[in-house]
């Protein structure tokens, strides 16, 4: 409030000084300080638009932007410790799921975790023409090469997908999906386990900040929620 009272106060000055100014001067030099004069009116205008802005970031109260920059649900230690005991039990709870996610993100390969719940929803389609769209939206946007989230796969196991991909089944991803899961078991799970964001959830400590890159744009499971059976949403 204090800083946009400052903001039109030192506004209302500047533009009082200039019209003085503007009184004593003849007309060809005054219409060329005049234009002069607006320019540096719009710098001034702009820096303390600027000042007001940070100044309004840093009022935030503290507690929502701590939530902000960490994005962690409370989980009791009890739990957490149980998504050690497998990757199966990570991945089938919602906040442990969630977890790993972030922990992912944090190593920029969050694609993995993406595709895998893509297929899970998949799986879950019943109606003919929403699993064609979700097939399509699948390997455009994983399994393709140079796909925007490109998913790590064999030759063998992208052939496959590409022979079934004009009429998928439920299961045109299984080999996909369970190629995938097992990368992120043997290697990203086993790393998760070692990691600041683990070891804080076992021990009770309060979730530190990470810092995560900007997502590039992707279907998540999220939004396949939404897909409609409407062909001119993916074309």
């Given at each position: ?111 993995n975790i993406e ?26 946007k994983f399994i ?92």
């Open positions: 409030m204090e800083t946009s009272l400052l903001f039109f106060s030192q506004r209302n000055m500047w533009e009082s000084k200039e019209k003085t100014f503007f009184k004593l001067m003849p007309g060809s030099a005054k219409e060329e300080a005049s234009k002069e004069a607006k320019i540096r009116a719009k710098e001034k205008r702009n820096r303390l638009s600027l000042l007001l802005q940070k100044s309004e970031f840093h009022e935030e109260p503290q507690a929502r932007r701590s939530a902000h920059l960490t994005g962690v649900t409370r989980v009791c230690p009890e739990e957490a410790i149980r998504w050690g005991e497998s990757f199966d039990k990570l991945l089938s709870h919602k906040d442990g799921l969630e977890t790993f996610t972030r922990f992912l993100k944090t190593e920029f390969s969050e694609e595709f895998w719940m893509a297929c899970e929803d998949f799986k879950k389609s019943k109606d003919p023409q929403q699993m064609i769209l979700k097939a399509k939206a699948i390997y455009e393709q090469n140079d796909a925007p989230q490109e998913v790590n796969l064999d030759f063998h196991t992208k052939e496959l997908i590409v022979k079934s991909i004009t009429q998928p089944t439920l299961h045109s991803f299984d080999a996909a999906q369970s190629r995938v899961y097992q990368l992120m078991e043997q290697d990203s799970y086993t790393r998760f386990l070692k990691s600041d964001i683990y070891s804080d959830l076992v021990e009770g400590r309060p979730q530190r900040p990470t810092n995560l890159r900007r997502r590039s744009r992707s279907f998540t499971y999220n939004e396949f929620q939404d897909v409609k059976s409407d062909v001119a949403i993916w074309f």
